[in-house]
């Protein structure tokens, strides 16, 4: 289980990414979502739309893959060790710059036909904090994982209104839309 060292793992979450392996006979990479605390002291309400987590979510059920690798939430991720080992582990070559590393995990997964499997019991709590290692930039990484399979993220235009968003300012936003 691959997890950030600022979130509260839920009561089910180890079992929820254990079942989620076992029910399944071939390769697979789970995940869940995460959720966040309102206050950095881990009080006041979940916030239930933080980031583009909820994307993590969406597959048709249960017994189905999540639709796209770009899915997969990363810092709530579980395989098996012979998985990583099958995948080469993480590439080295990200120098070390925010984020990418865990990007070209997973789409190395997608593309061994790595079935994506999630749940909600196997959710994560962030807790809120100010970044700790300054102004986080994946642009280097980005350009790196652009180079090496010619492509270049985007996420839905959906996902980025969430991103980072408190639930009422997503609330607003909405509202402005309609």
């Known amino acids: 289980i691959i997890l950030d060292a600022d979130h ?3 009561p089910t979450h180890i079992q929820a990414h254990v079942d989620l392996h076992l029910s399944n006979p071939f390769p697979v990479l789970s995940t869940g979502p995460r959720l966040e605390y309102a206050n950095p002291d881990c009080t006041g309400p979940v916030n239930f739309l933080w980031g583009h987590e909820p994307i993590s979510m969406m597959q048709p059920s249960g ?3 999540i639709p796209s690798w770009t899915g997969i939430l990363v810092s709530n991720m579980a ?3 012979q998985s990583i080992l099958d995948l080469g582990g993480f590439d080295s070559g990200y120098d070390g710059n925010y984020g990418y590393d865990d990007i070209d995990f997973t789409y190395r997964a997608w593309l061994a036909g790595y079935f994506f499997a999630s749940c909600f019991e196997s959710y994560v709590i ?3 904090h100010p970044p700790s290692l300054g102004k986080r930039d994946g ?3 980005q350009q790196k994982f652009q180079e090496k399979y010619n492509i270049k993220i985007s996420y839905p235009r959906s996902a980025s209104k969430l991103t980072r968003t408190p639930w009422h300012e997503y609330l607003s936003s909405i509202i402005q839309d309609i």
Do not use: E, G, L
């Open 63 to 65: 017994n189905d893959p």
């Open 126 to 128: 962030h807790i809120p």
């Open 8 to 10: 509260t793992i839920s």
């Open 79 to 81: 395989m098996c060790k």
């Open 139 to 141: 642009r280097i990484n």
